[in-house]
């Protein structure tokens, strides 16, 4: 008998309960099919997080055709579900098909791209990649989670996920237009950064034990050719109608539990827009311990897609003249994102895996933004 992947599955020992935070799994169930090796198959389980979260969202789309006077609460719910659809679906379907495509293409290619797990230039691919992909977080998402199935390391994973939410082209020239070209470079240098340093930290913590490793990590044949696997991916990415449905079909399959997590953001963001009053989100920001506090609650709480962060951050800096508090609101945004934490958590079948990102990467956030309140 073999696991999913083909290979003889390892026999386990009975584990006696752990609070060893660094190596536990405060799941007390087996891990879910998706959080397997492949990627699992949910075929046949109720998913409760989407199938709910998909009914709540659709209900606030159709609530603008009722024909009846609606509570203000139900006009800024639909509103924001609105809004939200219109501004990530484009990234949605272009992270559902790279995911596709990300299916067909060779381990070895993706460990030739990133480098080798487990080195500083293995983390600056990753992170360069992270900035010049063009996806909001929405979308980024399922590429750094079919990125990790597909060989990268956990430090690569986060990397990619921290440099890249609104580091892309549209969104930067987006931030110079707001806030000028000065600041958006410093943004851009300082993600980076944060980017690296994080990134290699959970590589160097992988490497002494403390952080488990990617189990899907390959070692490069001495024969590897990029020509060669890119002929072997062409049949099945060729344009044909069967190639079409197949790929959609393998992207979305392999972009739910991603997806059940975004639909559950756009949810959870509609009801704060709705029930939480306007003022307590957009005063009492300035560049002060207590308003970078507030920031950083509010980041937390409220899930904003990127298209979406980059004018609310611009109007923090302008505003409230708090560039550090701009700042916290775009990268703490990213790195205290619920539907990233769950997708890493479900990814990976390890909490501290989801948990280390925000360990690592808020404080450097808060540092540095403290910083540039003090400097601006």
């Not at 010049?132 to 929405?138: A, E, R, S, T, V």
């Not at 409230?320 to 916290?328: E, I, Q, S, V």
Request: hydrophobic share 50%.
């Amino acid at each position: 008998m073999s696991d999913c992947c083909g290979k003889p599955p390892s026999p386990r020992k009975p584990e006696a309960p752990s609070f060893d935070l660094l190596n536990a799994d405060f799941s007390k169930s087996p891990a879910p099919a998706e959080a397997s090796c492949c990627g699992g198959d949910t075929k046949g389980r109720f998913d409760g997080v989407l199938w709910i979260s998909l009914t709540l969202f659709l209900a606030g789309v159709m609530a603008t055709i009722l024909p009846f006077a609606q509570p203000p609460w139900l006009e800024t719910f639909s509103a924001t579900c609105i809004s939200l659809a219109q501004q990530s679906w484009w990234a949605i379907l272009l992270g559902i098909a790279l995911m596709a495509v990300l299916a067909h293409t060779p381990k070895e290619m993706i460990a030739a791209l990133l480098g080798k797990p487990g080195t500083l230039r293995g983390i600056l691919r990753a992170t360069g990649a992270g900035v010049f992909l063009d996806l909001c977080n929405h979308g980024i998402l399922m590429v750094g989670m079919g990125l990790y199935k597909r060989g990268a390391s956990l430090g690569q994973t986060i990397a990619f996920l921290i440099a890249s939410p609104w580091n892309s082209f549209s969104l930067t020239l987006l931030l110079a237009a707001l806030i000028g070209w000065q600041w958006m470079l410093c943004f851009l240098l300082l993600s980076a950064a944060i980017g690296i340093v994080t990134g290699y930290a959970v590589e160097q913590l992988t490497r002494i034990g403390w952080l488990p490793s990617n189990p899907h990590t390959i070692t490069l044949p001495t024969t590897f050719s990029y020509r060669h696997s890119w002929q072997s991916m062409l049949p099945a990415l060729r344009p044909t109608l069967p190639n079409l449905r197949s790929l959609f079909h393998i992207g979305l399959r392999d972009s739910r539990m991603v997806l059940r997590w975004i639909v559950l953001g756009f949810v959870l963001t509609a009801a704060v827009k709705a029930f939480l009053p306007p003022h307590l989100l957009h005063q009492h920001f300035g560049p002060t311990l207590w308003g970078l506090a507030l920031t950083l609650l509010t980041t937390t709480i409220l899930e904003v897609c990127s298209e979406g962060s980059a004018p609310l951050a611009a109007e923090l800096l302008r505003s409230a003249n708090a560039p550090g508090n701009a700042f916290t609101f775009l990268m703490a945004g990213a790195a205290t994102d619920y539907t990233e934490i769950m997708s890493l958590k479900s990814t990976t079948g390890r909490w501290i895996c989801a948990l280390i990102l925000p360990i690592l990467s808020v404080p450097q956030v808060l540092f540095l933004s403290y910083l540039m309140n003090q400097w601006r």
